[in-house]
């Protein structure tokens, strides 16, 4: 699909002074700007960047600096479509984010591609919120199933004892070691429990796959 041809106003402007300007013309600084129907403030600015073509900037003030037009007029036909370049991939990426996130309305339309891309944000964000949420652990069911997983792990360390010396012939300071190492192990369960339950509430981790 061949590319859409980019080209503006301000562009063609720029082209037409170029093919009109004499071959070698050389400028002051109030010709130029009157070519290119710019300010001196937006001039001054613009000669500052890296590349700008001037023959010399003179010392006499700051009208008094001499250009080659045509090297200037190229230099702002570039400028100009690579910011139309630009704007071109901006409004590509909109187009793209418009398909799933922005009803195609006359209100949509007609809004510049800075506000549809602030609309398409509040869009993305409510949605990231909403799957958040989805995703967001029951504090009341966690600590339900916490609850009901120490009771049963309760009931099956409460009988291990007996399975481990039924016949009550280990000596007392071996089971009471045993004893110590249940509930200490219990302690740890249900201390880790409890801390994944509040970094699950702290940072809305999945509820699983």
Known sequence: MPQAKLTSDRLEKLRKAKKQAPKGLVCSQIEMREILDLSAQKFNTLSKQDGFPIISRGSGGRDKGQYNA???????????????????????????????????????????????KQAIDAFQKLQEAEERQARTYSSDAANAVISSFMMKLASMFDDLPDKVDPNGKLPPEIMQTLEEQIQDFQKFVHNSLLKFLESAETNAWPAGD
């Open 70 to 116: 045509a090297r200037v007029l190229d230099w702002f036909i570039k400028r100009e479509m690579e910011q139309l370049a630009a704007d071109h991939r901006r409004l590509e990426y909109i187009a793209r984010l418009r398909g799933t996130l922005l009803p195609d309305t006359p209100e949509i339309n007609g809004l510049s591609w800075v506000e549809q």
